[in-house]
Nanobody, 115 residues
Framework: QVQLQESGGGLVQAGESLRLSCAAS????????MGWHRQTPGNQRELVAA???????DYADSVKGRFTISRELRKNQWYLQMNALNPEDTAVYYC?????????WGQGTQVTVSS
């Protein structure tokens, strides 16, 4: 049974940093990409960062230069280093992975950035 466990969320002040982790357990095969989405109340879920198994990365314009995604394929884990956080980054962050014909999502972890 596949499970995704997000961790690392919390409450920080503007300008501080957090590192989110996603740990996938169970038998997983055929992953093509992994990453993070985020969602705030009343807004659609948006892609924050993604990385392919080949190492190609994509970032939302709003986080470029501040966030860095990485992964450890052998451990089925991936990470989002978030620096210079601002209140606009406040959201529930969901880790995910993609396969050719399906996606799988975690339950989310709350990130709150105060002024």
């Amino acid at each position: 049974q596949v499970q995704l466990q997000e961790s690392g969320g919390g409450l920080v002040q503007a300008g501080e940093s957090l590192r989110l982790s996603c740990a996938a357990s169970g038998t997983i095969s055929g992953i093509t990409a992994m990453g993070w989405h985020r969602q705030t109340p009343g807004n659609q879920r948006e892609l924050v960062a993604a990385i392919t198994v080949g190492g190609h990365t994509d970032y939302a314009d709003s986080v470029k230069g501040r966030f860095t995604i990485s992964r450890e394929l052998r451990k089925n884990q991936w990470y989002l280093q978030m620096n210079a956080l601002n209140p606009e980054d406040t959201a529930v962050y969901y880790c995910f992975f993609r396969r050719l014909h399906s996606n799988f999502w975690g339950q989310g972890t709350q990130v709150t950035v105060s002024s």
